[in-house]
């Protein structure tokens, strides 16, 4: 018996699954900014003669570039870091003229979060802890009012002061910047979330169903790359390794 879900494997399915939390977390950090809400009270795009809000995305995978896509849709001046230059030179091609694709190190975070009105963690390990990116000596230097989406949340974080909160109390301030960390995002929008992971996953349920799950695991390379317990044994090893235990290979268990 299997213990776990299935991990989205192929891009495209991680495309559309993780595709919501990237999208909604321009539009909280569009909301969180209006003074209502204890932001500093900036429109995303501007206005005619007044500039519009600078939105720093720290990782361009799938969920970065859905935020910055947004931000950009919405007029704002974005900036996406990224520490791998291939994924940057994609990004500079694909993104629109507003969008500016950065090579990511700790002295240019450092500097960009000072610009910011908005900053979101995009950044993910599959299967184990965000690792820390933006600290607290680097909040202490936002703009009063700013605002910080996590995210990586759901992997701990990827901001030193991140903490998770709920959708029922989604916000809490620190040095004066609102944080933004609700764990599992895209629940907020469960109709649009909940259709798009079916689109994703119905296929390998119905050959699971069909096959049982040893067979459509010997059979299927991905299905087989989804399993994460099997008989109480950990079968992925960077969640093995995130909590200390014991890893085996699916092969012994298959």
């Known amino acids: 018996m299997i213990v776990g ?8 399915e991680k495309r559309v699954c993780m595709t919501p939390a990237g999208r909604m977390a321009t539009q ?3 909301k969180y900014l209006e003074m209502p809400h204890g932001g500093m009270g900036v ?14 995305v720290i990782g361009g995978g799938v969920v970065g570039i859905n935020a910055a896509k947004m931000a950009c849709g919405l007029g704002a001046k974005v900036y996406i870091l990224d520490t791998n230059l291939e994924r940057l030179s994609y990004l500079d091609d694909v993104m629109p003229a507003n969008c500016f ?9 450092t500097d960009m979060v000072t610009k910011a009105d908005a900053v979101i963690g995009a950044v993910l390990v599959a299967g184990t802890k965000a690792p820390k990116l933006l600290t ?7 703009k009063k009012g700013s605002v910080i989406v996590d995210v990586a949340i759901d992997q701990g974080g990827c901001f030193e002061t991140s903490k998770a909160t709920t959708h029922a109390d989604p916000t809490y301030e620190v ?21 798009a992971l079916t689109n994703a996953t119905l296929p390998y349920a119905i050959e699971i169903a069909n096959k049982g799950w040893k067979k459509a695991m010997q059979e299927n390379k991905e299905i087989k790359l989804g399993a994460n317990v099997i008989k109480g044994k950990i079968t992925y090893k960077v969640v093995a390794d995130a909590f200390d235990m014991l890893y ?3 092969e012994e268990l298959i």
Do not use: F, Q, W
Not at 5 to 12: Q, R, S, T
């Open 5 to 12: 879900i299935l991990k989205e494997i192929k891009v495209m």
């Open 136 to 142: 607290r000596d680097m909040l202490k230097t936002m």
């Open 175 to 195: 040095d004066g910047v609102l944080h933004y960390c609700v764990a599992n995002m895209p629940g907020a929008v469960a109709r649009t979330s909940t259709r």
């Open 43 to 56: 429109l995303l795009g501007g206005v005619t003669g007044v500039e519009p809000a600078t939105v720093v």
């Open 28 to 30: 909280e950090a569009a």
């Open 248 to 250: 085996i290979p699916i």
């Open 101 to 109: 694709p950065m090579m990511s190190n700790a002295a240019v975070l």
